[in-house]
């Protein structure tokens, strides 16, 4: 059984800055490309961030490029979100995904289709 736990969550004034954390478990981690998504009250979940296998690829919302640093352990199945310069408007639940291991064009894992595991989540809120 696959398992995606996300930590690091929390209140942080603007300006600030959070580590967001995702345990994997049940599949071989070096295998995934993930990602992370963020759902904000009353809207659609939208994608943030991706990163291949190995980590050599990487991409980013507009929304949040230049801020947000998305990186993986493998030897510890970890995914991480850093989250720099943190805005009101970042206030979200945060998710991260793992993509499935058939996806093998990066330019569609900004997709939600192409991802089969999903955490739980974490919630992030940004005070002005």
């Known amino acids: 059984q696959v398992q995606l736990v996300e930590s690091g969550g929390g209140l942080v004034q603007a300006g600030g800055s959070l580590r967001l954390s995702c345990a994997v478990s049940?599949?071989?981690?070096?295998?995934?490309?993930m990602g992370w998504f963020r759902q904000a009250p009353g809207k659609e979940r939208e994608f943030v961030a991706t990163?291949?296998?190995?980590?050599?690829?990487?991409n980013y919302a507009d929304s949040v490029k230049g801020r947000f640093t998305i990186s993986r352990e493998n030897a510890k199945n970890t995914l991480y979100l850093q989250m720099n310069s943190l805005k009101p408007e970042d206030t979200a639940v945060y998710y991260c995904?793992?993509?499935?291991?058939?996806?093998?064009?990066?330019?569609?894992?900004?997709?939600?289709?192409?991802?089969?595991?999903w955490g739980q989540g974490t919630q992030v809120t940004v005070s002005s």
């Open positions: 995904a793992a993509v499935r291991p058939t996806s093998n064009i990066p330019g569609r894992w900004r997709s939600q289709t192409e991802y089969d595991y």
């Open positions: 990163i291949a296998r190995s980590g050599g690829y990487t």
């Open positions: 049940g599949r071989t981690f070096s295998s995934s490309a």
